[in-house]
């Protein structure tokens, strides 16, 4: 049995649109109905079953969950906010109390307002700096007394890339420029987010989504070069120096958001491969392929904490999602094991890690793919999988991890 830090977090994440389903006024249902993706219908049922489910994870000794406020619930017209759906986030997260879970809570989990995103969402600055701003300022000021933790935008890059790079996800754009201008506010949407909700009390972590990237051939290095500069760069100059540098972009001063987040987190789910004509593959490229295309190699969850160590020694580290997408949780158990082997070496080496939190608690809606692809500790019938004993057992202390 291993002996974790007086204070670790155990957790699991989710989202409001894959746990809840779309939301009315989202850009998220318009690009469903327009056949863009499949249909999430009511999520996974935790709008009506969110006590239950936070009992369940208190009994596995997952004492933390990460969720996300809809924007496009509390606030479906421009200064027009829904009652009822503020009540029913407030007594989301009293219920989480009442349960022994702490509530963490992200701002943006990919899908926005429509109203905001006919605007042209975090294409300009002026939709960051007017609407966003007074949103943040909103859920601060309406739910800061029952949130525990903070973690504004889920993955900056992730969210530009899918929308503005042909990914798949609304807008459904390809274009760099566009790209580089939504990585530049989303970013900074991030930070400036984050130095308001500190002023809560409560703590901040990022969800930057991390990859080690390895070129693919001769003429890749330069190309991954860049990606690293998206990735990594976009954001590692606003921890370090309070300097934003996005790739194509004027670098934006912004020292006062230096210190805008108390812990970093980020999420991992793969190592990059890297082409010299810009396309992604699998690495390694033995390892075995989830579903959603990632190599399963958990190493790279080993390379990024390196990394980190390199770029921003001291720093306070969080894990903000780990987990697996497969229907064989067998191999789920090994990759979590593995993973949690990789934080147990990382604590010793005395690293200021804080927590991990599981992707996810409860299977869910997985974007472009549906129900199809699981994800969950649970299945959405609430049956347990073996995977939840591997991270209870971490958690709780009671067996060998």
């Known amino acids: 049995?291993?002996?974790?830090?007086?204070?670790?977090?155990?957790?699991?994440?989710?989202?409001?649109?894959?746990?809840?389903?779309?939301?009315?006024?989202?850009?998220?249902?318009?690009?469903?109905?327009?056949?863009?993706?499949?249909?999430?219908?009511?999520?996974?049922?935790?709008?009506?079953?969110?006590?239950?489910?936070?009992?369940?994870?208190?009994?596995?000794g997952l004492r933390q969950h990460r969720l996300s406020i809809e924007w496009a619930r509390i606030e479906p017209e421009e200064g027009r906010r829904d009652p009822a759906a503020i009540e029913h986030y407030r007594d989301v997260l009293a219920a989480a109390h009442a349960a022994g879970v702490a509530p963490w809570v992200c701002l943006h989990h990919f899908t926005l307002?429509?109203?905001?995103?006919?605007?042209?969402?975090?294409?300009?600055?002026?939709?960051?700096?007017?609407?966003?701003?007074?949103h943040v300022e909103f859920v601060a000021e309406t739910f800061g007394d029952r949130v525990a933790g903070w973690k504004p935008v889920n993955e900056p890059v992730a969210h530009a890339a899918a929308g503005w790079l042909g990914m798949g996800f609304a807008p459904g754009r390809d274009d760099f420029d566009e790209f580089a201008a939504v990585l530049e506010n989303v970013q900074l949407a991030n930070f400036e987010a984050a130095a308001r909700l500190r002023q809560t009390g409560a703590p901040v972590a990022s969800i930057h989504?991390?990859?080690?990237?390895?070129?693919?051939?001769?003429?890749?290095?330069?190309?991954?070069?860049?990606?690293?500069?998206?990735?990594?760069g976009s954001w590692l100059g606003i921890h370090r120096e309070g300097v934003l540098r996005v790739p194509g972009r004027r670098p934006v001063e912004c020292s006062a958001l230096a210190d805008a987040f108390d812990w970093l987190g980020f999420s991992y789910y793969s190592a990059m491969g890297i082409r010299a004509d810009g396309t992604r593959a699998p690495y390694p490229a033995d390892a075995p392929v989830s579903p959603l295309g990632y190599a399963i190699w958990p190493e790279g969850f080993r390379l990024v904490f390196e990394r980190l160590q390199r770029e921003l020694p001291g720093t306070p580290l969080l894990v903000s999602e780990y987990g697996l997408g497969t229907d064989d949780d067998s191999r789920r158990c090994e990759y979590l094991r593995a993973g949690l082997g990789i934080v147990a070496g990382v604590l010793a080496?005395?690293?200021?890690?804080?927590?991990?939190?599981?992707?996810?608690?409860?299977?869910n809606y997985?974007?472009?793919?549906?129900y199809d692809v699981t994800f969950g500790l649970f299945d959405r019938d609430r049956r347990p999988r073996a995977s939840l004993d591997v991270l209870a057992a971490a958690a709780t202390g009671s067996a060998p991890a």
């Open 209 to 232: 989504n991390l990859s080690t990237l390895h070129p693919l051939g001769e003429g890749a290095e330069p190309v991954a070069e860049v990606f690293d500069a998206v990735l990594w």
């Open 366 to 370: 997985e974007w472009l793919h549906g």
């Open 1 to 60: 049995m291993r002996d974790w830090p007086s204070g670790f977090l155990w957790g699991t994440g989710a989202s409001s649109t894959q746990c809840e389903g779309a939301a009315p006024a989202s850009d998220w249902i318009d690009w469903e109905r327009a056949g863009h993706a499949p249909r999430s219908g009511g999520g996974n049922g935790f709008a009506s079953r969110y006590a239950e489910d936070f009992a369940r994870y208190a009994a596995a």
């Open 349 to 363: 080496q005395g690293v200021d890690l804080r927590g991990f939190f599981h992707w996810t608690g409860v299977d």
């Open 113 to 134: 307002p429509r109203w905001f995103a006919e605007r042209g969402g975090f294409a300009t600055a002026r939709n960051r700096e007017g609407a966003w701003r007074r």
